[in-house]
C-alpha cells in the first residue's frame, strides 16, 4: 500500500529535487493528492519488455482479458517471445473495476448486480470474481475463458494491472448509495479489498499517458 504523508514533505522532496540536490527520476518522486496521499510511480520505468502494450479497459463485456491473452500468444507463435520477454499493463478504472475486486469485496457488496457481471457457472450476478477464479472445468464448458487468460496466470506472466484512485472512489459512491452506506467508508474497504498485485495509481488517463512515454502501445478493451 503507498505510503501516506504530507503535503509539505512533498514539496521539500520536490524542491531538493529540482535544485539539484537529489538526482532521483523523476518517477520515484512521490506525488501528492489533496488527500495527502503520495504515489509511487516507479514501477512506470520498469516497462522494458521487447514489446510493450498498454490495454485501457473500458468494457467488461465478453472476456476483456481475451485480448491479452491472444496479444501473448500471437507473439509466443510469430516471433517465441514469452510473457517475460514482453510487457503488458491492463488499465483500470471505474467501468472494469470489477476485475480488481477480491471474493471477499463480491461477497460484501451487489458488485456483480452493479457492473452486470454474470457468474458462468450459475448464470446469475457474481458473488466471485469471475476474471480471476477461472479453473480447467470451466474452460472446457467455456472456450472463450481460457486458464491463460485469468488473471492469476496474466500476473504470473508479468501483467501489470492498475486501479485508478479517481475510478475507486467512484465505485465507492455508486455502491455507497445503493447499500445506504457513507462513501467515504466504502471507498476504504474497496482499497484493502483490492487483490494484491493491483497498482493503485492517481489518474487513468495521467498514467496511460506515462505508459505511453515508455514505449507502450495503445489498445482499448
Known amino acids: ?27 520515484d518522486v512521490l506525488a501528492a493528492t489533496a488527500q495527502g496521499r503520495r504515489w509511487d510511480l516507479a514501477w512506470l520505468d520498469s516497462l522494458k519488455g521487447k514489446h510493450r502494450q498498454v490495454f485501457d479497459c ?17 507473439h509466443k507463435e510469430v516471433y517465441n ?8 499493463v491492463v488499465g483500470i478504472a ?13 461477497r460484501k457488496y451487489p458488485i456483480g448486480r452493479l457492473w452486470d457481471v454474470k457468474d458462468p457457472r450459475t448464470g446469475e450476478h457474481a458473488v466471485r470474481n469471475i476474471y480471476a477464479d477461472v479453473t480447467d472445468a470451466d474452460s472446457r464448458v467455456m472456450p ?21 484512485y479517481n475510478g475507486l472512489r467512484g465505485a465507492a459512491m455508486r455502491i ?14 474497496l482499497e ?9 495509481i492517481p489518474a487513468h488517463t495521467m498514467v496511460l499517458g506515462l505508459a505511453q512515454e515508455r514505449g507502450c502501445a495503445y489498445e482499448m478493451l
Not at 94 to 106: G, K, Q, T, V
Not at 177 to 182: E, G, L, P, Q
Open 1 to 27: 500500500m503507498s505510503p501516506r504523508g504530507s503535503r509539505r514533505s512533498f514539496i521539500t522532496s520536490l524542491a531538493a529535487s529540482v535544485g539539484g540536490v537529489s538526482l532521483t527520476p523523476l518517477t
Open 58 to 74: 473500458q468494457n467488461l463485456a465478453g472476456f476483456p482479458l481475451n485480448v491479452v491473452g491472444n496479444y501473448l500468444r500471437a
Open 81 to 88: 517471445l514469452a510473457p517475460k520477454d514482453l510487457t503488458t
Open 94 to 106: 471505474m467501468r472494469c473495476f470489477p476485475i480488481n475486486a477480491s471474493d471477499e469485496l463480491y
Open 144 to 164: 472463450a475463458l481460457p486458464v491463460e487468460d485469468a488473471v492469476p496466470a496474466l500476473v504470473a506472466g508479468g501483467t501489470v494491472f492498475w486501479q485508478c
Open 176 to 189: 455507497a448509495s445503493d447499500v445506504k452506506a457513507d462513501s467515504t467508508a466504502t471507498l476504504a474497504l
Open 192 to 200: 484493502r479489498g483490492l487483490l494484491p498485485h493491483v497498482k493503485l
